[in-house]
């Protein structure tokens, strides 16, 4: 078994590794980006260093429809408490079209190709993690970092980009909103950590109630101190990795609990049955899921969404609440059998839901001493009873899940206009 994941893994590097052309455009491209805007910030006289971070930097790039290189802006200490984004577009506006993304601190995008494009990123030039205004600013400190660890074992490079494959094709690479997975440079610190890609995901598919918490340069006396020292809210995550640059800092904050438990399934998975095709990302089948409930006595619905707000992290953010809000009031009538979501990196998505109906709901009414809305509840519900002085009802859905979702949309128009969705429409 070791000696065809040893062939497997080989082969899946060849298919998963940017070609030639692929990479040397990139490079030309970022070098020629970095030049101009270097040689226009010294003829403005603006005190930024201007370097690339990123996979690219680090030489960790997998391939992809859509590559993408992220040029960081290292303004000077004088420049603290300024608009480093309006200091930024003054050296890109003579000679670049952008588009400027809004975020913690806005930055701007620029499309070289149909296939490729430049995130140009302001930070500012910090000595010491402490002084950092925007988590940004600690990415020159991740670059070297990571550079430094391949440096000492070039063979975890290999492993890196194995890993990186793996979670993309799995739907789990990303700390977007929507996503709620591996960020590329938690990934980074993990196969650091683990050494080999078959380790990695040996050690993190092993069930454990415990929270998994990796101190790589060992800057805590022990796993107590850790939980102390990190903010509470970024010890949600079932992972705590401690950033080697910034020790306050949970490197993977934003994996969610059901990411993680997918991705165990997908690493048992792969070690029970090892294939190259677990590094191909593959579509969801939307007409084998449509059948397969109808073969179950299921209903199944495919819903297309819109919003208002900026494509990107935060178009994909918006989406994703509304379909799990959709889903949380989908379960009151509903038993949820199969989900799914996918958002187009535009300003829509797409979700479904299989699902069959309930035999029985139950209503939670008022305290049974108080009869003016006993009275009340009693009028909307024909069964009632009464359990620990509460009043409760039980009722059956009359209606499908189709027509759920019209009556509900309609109920809650304003709610869902609220959570800036433009559009809701039913495709299936």
């Not at 603290?80 to 913690?104: A, C, F, P, V, Y």
């Not at 990795?241 to 165990?264: M, Q, V």
């Not at 979700?351 to 939670?364: C, L, Y």
Request: aromatic share 10%.
């Amino acid at each position: 078994m070791k000696k065809k994941i040893s062939l497997i893994l080989e082969a899946a590097l060849e298919k998963i590794k940017p070609d030639k052309e692929t990479l040397n455009f990139i490079e030309k491209k970022t070098r020629e980006f970095v030049q101009n805007s270097k040689k226009t910030a010294k003829k403005l006289k603006i005190d930024v260093e201007i370097f690339i971070g990123g996979s690219v930097a680090k030489g960790t790039l997998i391939k992809k429809e859509l590559h993408d290189a992220d040029i960081f802006f290292r303004f000077s200490k004088k420049y603290l408490g300024k608009d480093l984004t309006k200091e930024m577009n003054k050296i890109l506006k003579e000679n670049w079209k952008k588009t400027q993304i809004h975020g913690s601190r806005d930055y701007f995008r620029i499309k070289v190709s149909n296939n490729f494009y430049i995130e140009a990123v302001p930070v500012i030039k910090i000595n010491k993690p402490e002084e950092k205004e925007n988590i940004t600013d600690l990415s020159y400190s991740h670059v070297r970092y990571i550079k430094r660890k391949i440096k000492e074992n070039p063979n975890v490079l290999k492993e890196i980009l194995l890993s990186k494959a793996f979670c993309q094709a799995k739907g789990i690479y990303g700390a977007e909103s929507y996503i709620k997975g591996f960020s590329g440079y938690s990934l980074e610190l993990l196969l650091i950590h683990y050494k080999t890609f078959e380790n990695f995901l040996k050690k993190l598919s092993k069930l454990t109630k415990e929270k998994i918490i990796i101190d790589i340069e060992k800057q805590y006396p022990d796993k107590k101190r850790i939980l102390l020292d990190i903010n509470e809210s970024k010890l949600e995550s079932p992972i705590i990795l401690i950033d080697p640059t910034h020790r306050y800092r949970n490197a993977s904050a934003a994996l969610s609990e059901e990411t993680f438990r997918k991705f165990k399934r997908e690493a048992k998975k792969f070690l029970k049955s090892p294939s190259i095709s677990h590094f191909e990302p593959k579509k969801t089948d939307i007409d084998r899921i449509r059948r397969s409930a109808k073969r179950s006595g299921n209903e199944f619905i495919l819903v297309e969404i819109k919003t208002s707000k900026q494509k990107g992290d935060i178009a994909g953010t918006k989406l994703f609440k509304f379909y799990n809000h959709f889903l949380e009031e989908s379960k009151k009538y509903f038993d949820i059998k199969n989900k799914g979501f996918n958002y187009n990196n535009e300003k829509s998505a797409r979700f479904f839901v299989v699902a069959k109906k309930k035999k029985e709901i139950i209503h939670v009414g008022p305290s049974a001493k108080d009869p003016r809305n006993v009275q009340k509840f009693k009028k909307e519900h024909k069964r009632t009873f009464v359990r620990r002085g509460k009043l409760y009802a039980k009722t059956k859905p009359d209606f499908s899940l189709k027509a759920f979702v019209k009556k509900w949309s309609n109920k809650n128009s304003k709610k869902i206009e609220e959570m800036y969705i433009k559009d809701l429409k039913i495709i299936d």
